[in-house]
């Protein structure tokens, strides 16, 4: 199993530009997520999805989207960036009793 | 109030000492309090966790002492090594309402070195 894969796993972007992070999960989990990770600051949900086709917002929503059309893939949209995303982003996967999340390996967004 | 927060920020320890780790949090609703640890250029992966209901879980050199009436946990890494470097994340799950799953939020980290 290759458990929870992101790509890219670096970028650079300018500003205004558009990007989606992707990120697949090979374990059949019906929950995935995406964090944000900046230094001191934890990590911080973003969107979360319970199953294909329903998502919701985290704490950090604003300037993201998501779709979930499939069980093992959750893309992260980023429209118009901003040097505020600048950011490490992980997404992850669980089961519904959902305190073990399996993370990705992460991918490094700077927007200058 | 869905915050947890922990501290110290970063600490240093000698091989062989005791690192803690203290997280508090305000929302009675969690259900669980896991630990995450997370070594450099990787994502977190699940430590040790507990439930409310239960004072101490112990797993190997890692122990979580949690205190219900004051709303506190921490985690103890007894006889540190140079290989427990890495960063860690105290996290709350609190269940979602319209599902039978939760989510989690994570306090701020703390950056764990141990000095050889």
């Known amino acids: 199993n290759a458990g929870v894969t992101q790509t890219p796993k670096f970028r650079i972007l300018k500003i205004g530009q558009s990007m989606t992070l992707q990120c697949a999960q090979d374990?059949?989990?019906?929950?995935m997520y995406w964090y944000r990770q900046d230094p001191g600051m934890g990590l911080k949900l973003i969107y979360y999805?319970?199953?294909?086709?329903?998502?919701d917002k985290g704490e950090v929503p604003n300037g993201y989207n998501v779709s979930r059309s499939t069980t093992e893939d959750f893309p992260l949209r980023l429209e118009l960036a901003a040097p505020s995303q600048t950011s490490v982003y992980f997404c992850?996967?669980?089961?519904?009793?959902?305190?073990?999340?399996?993370f990705g390996p992460g991918t490094r967004l700077t927007v200058l | 109030q869905q915050q947890v927060k922990q501290s110290p920020q970063s600490l240093i320890v000698q091989k062989g000492g005791i690192s803690i780790i203290n997280c508090a949090y305000e929302?009675?609703?969690?259900?669980?309090f896991p630990w995450y640890q997370q070594f450099p250029g990787k994502g977190p992966a699940l430590l040790i966790a507990?439930?409310?209901?239960?004072s101490e879980k112990k797993e190997g050199r890692f122990t979580i002492s949690f205190n219900k009436s004051a709303k506190q946990f921490s985690l103890h890494i007894m006889d540190s090594q140079p290989g427990d470097s890495a960063t860690y994340f105290c996290?709350?799950?609190?269940?979602?309402?319209?599902?039978?799953?939760?989510?989690?939020?994570f306090g701020e980290g703390t950056q764990l070195t141990v000095n050889p």
């Open positions: 992850a996967s669980s089961y519904p009793s959902g305190f073990t999340q399996y």
């Open positions: 507990i439930r409310p209901d239960v």
């Open positions: 929302n009675t609703a969690f259900d669980y």
């Open positions: 374990m059949n989990h019906n929950y």
């Open positions: 999805s319970v199953g294909a086709g329903i998502t």
């Open positions: 996290a709350a799950s609190f269940p979602l309402k319209e599902t039978s799953g939760s989510r989690l939020t």
